[in-house]
């Protein structure tokens, strides 16, 4: 799946797992390709599962990062001895002929099994490397699913005439991208604004994109929610599953800052709760992929 960013390649991913879970018997995969640290988080925590499952050898060696060669190579063979899986790849990039040569490793070759990859690479398709995958394109939505998409973020039924011709203006600006259509969605939400009062700017496409995200951080600072810009500090530094010991150890460490992650619960409450601060992230639009600005 290819396609520029914003589009929805990963979101389609996810969907298709989650839809056809039950069509491969011996399970769905995601790994994360955003880096090469990531990858190999993502291969450790299958050779965890695999360990715990009788499946697979892995042993003490796998946890440091002298051991990765060692972990990835036993779950490429766990997964190569399968058959009737599903990996999604997601995220991948390079940048030259070696990096590919290097990702190799991590790509069980067998038959019977299934691998999605998705990147905004267009070139990657039919690469021998990557055992010759088809390119599927996902194209920017179509003004009038665009539309709807921010219909549905504002809760508006049944549009006037003058909120249906912003509303073409608002996503045309945004080039039909959902992700950038859904943050925008978000921020007229959380300040309160009216799709009426929406403005074109004169940004490059690239800037464009991130305006959204840059207005809900400038939103934070200006209503004060300085713990929700600090959980949004923190979670960058944290991959998909955070526990929350891991946000407490976190907040440990700021201490010494004086910085607080945590929001008063209620008006006139003292008591500070790290779920107030999240609810204020979710308002905003601020989880999951969203939050890879």
């Not at 960013?5 to 491969?24: C, I, N, V």
């Not at 929350?244 to 209620?266: H, T």
Request: charged letters at 30%.
């Amino acid at each position: 799946l290819w396609g520029p960013p914003g589009s929805g390649k990963t979101h389609l991913a996810r969907e298709y797992l989650w839809r056809h879970r039950d069509d491969f018997p011996s399970g769905t995969f995601w790994i994360d390709c955003r880096s090469e640290e990531s990858t190999y988080k993502s291969f450790w925590e299958v050779a965890q599962a695999a360990a715990l499952l009788g499946a697979a050898d892995v042993s003490e060696r796998g946890r440091d990062w002298n051991g990765a060669t060692y972990f990835v190579e036993a779950v490429r063979k766990w997964f190569e001895s399968k058959e009737g899986w599903l990996i999604v790849f997601d995220s991948v990039t390079f940048d030259s002929e070696d990096e590919i040569l290097a990702f190799r490793k991590f790509i069980p070759d067998s038959k019977g099994n299934s691998i999605i990859f998705t990147s905004v690479d267009r070139t990657l398709a039919k690469r021998q490397r990557l055992l010759y995958p088809t390119a599927v394109k996902v194209s920017p939505l179509s003004v009038d699913d665009a539309r709807r998409l921010l219909y549905k973020g504002l809760d508006i039924k049944t549009p006037t005439p003058a909120q249906e011709a912003k509303a073409t203006e608002l996503v045309k600006y945004y080039e039909c991208l959902p992700l950038a259509i859904h943050a925008a969605g978000h921020v007229l939400t959380a300040k309160g604004k009216a799709l009426e009062k929406f403005h074109v700017r004169s940004y490059p496409t690239s800037k464009r994109l991130a305006e959204p995200y840059a207005e809900i951080m400038q939103d934070l600072q200006e209503k004060f929610h300085h713990e929700a810009i600090s959980l949004i500090n923190l979670l960058s530094f944290f991959g998909h599953s955070v526990p929350v010991a891991m946000l407490q150890l976190g907040r440990r460490a700021l201490k010494g800052f004086n910085v607080e992650i945590r929001s008063i619960d209620r008006e006139g409450s003292t008591r500070r709760d790290l779920e107030t601060t999240i609810a204020t992230l979710i308002k905003y639009g601020i989880d999951r992929k969203r939050t890879r600005l």
